[in-house]
T-cell receptor
Framework: DGGITQSPKYLFRKEGQNVTLSCEQNLNHDAMYWYRQDPGQGLRLIYYSQIVNDFQKGDIAEGYSVSREKKESFPLTVTSAQKNPTAFYLC????????????FGSGTRLTVV | AQSVTQLGSHVSVSEGALVLLRCNYSSSVPPYLFWYVQYPNQGLQLLLKYTSAATLVKGINGFEAEFKKSETSFHLTKPSAHMSDAAEYFCAVSNTGFQKLVFGTGTRLLVSP
């Protein structure tokens, strides 16, 4: 079945280390997104990509970086510059249609100690 | 820019009671509207979507929503709550042009026996 796979489900890192979260989709979707979710704050957009080798900053891009070398993959790196990286991270994808909606992965919970 | 407002960060109902989760949107053009559900430590799952085909939209798990242009609302309802409905619910609106969903802050539904 088609879908989005995020790995790992849980991730622990020491403060000051960079960490990369994986997101892979086999839906042949053009666009992919990264969201951060904190309790009581809903979903905040970090980065998104509409086509391969192109991506745009979202509302809270500082301290994060992404790449889109393949249509299926959109990894997110949380750098040491991110002040408060502990959060639940969600990846999503969609076909290039306004009425399509998003398909979400199951998320990665990152804890920095 | 389009936005959605979800009234009430928490809604409590008894099992078997009516569920009503409120969502109001701001849009200068006919929007595409979505409701998503999120269970703990999981991604978001599409419940239903409005794409102008019909004002009353039926979704999964017995939920439905009615698009009311005069009230700029898209409230989510279910006639009889079940314990398994306890989750967080997000309303979202699609921007014109390339799709970038704008999410509300979410409403947590609590169901008591």
């Amino acid at each position: 079945d088609g879908g989005i796979t995020q790995s790992p489900k849980y991730l622990f890192r020491k403060e000051g280390q960079n960490v990369t979260l994986s997101c892979e989709q086999n839906l042949n979707h053009d666009a992919m997104y990264w969201y951060r979710q904190d309790p009581g704050q809903g979903l905040r957009l970090i980065y998104y990509s509409q086509i391969v080798n192109d991506f745009q900053k979202g509302d809270i891009a500082e301290g994060y970086s992404v790449s889109r070398e393949k249509k299926e993959s959109f990894p997110l790196t949380v750098t040491s510059a991110q002040k408060n990286p502990t959060a639940f991270y969600l990846c999503a994808s969609t076909a290039s249609r306004e009425d399509y909606g998003y398909t979400f992965g199951s998320g990665t919970r990152l804890t920095v100690v | 820019a389009q936005s959605v407002t979800q009234l009430g960060s928490h809604v409590s109902v008894s099992e078997g009671a009516l569920v009503l989760l409120r969502c109001n949107y701001s849009s200068s053009v006919p929007p595409y509207l979505f409701w998503y559900v999120q269970y703990p430590n999981q991604g978001l799952q599409l419940l239903l979507k409005y794409t102008s085909a019909a004002t009353l939209v039926k979704g999964i798990n017995g939920f439905e929503a009615e698009f009311k242009k005069s009230e700029t609302s898209f409230h989510l309802t279910k006639p009889s709550a079940h314990m398994s409905d306890a989750a967080e619910y997000f309303c979202a609106v699609s921007n014109t042009g390339f799709q970038k969903l704008v999410f509300g802050t979410g409403t947590r539904l609590l169901v008591s026996p």
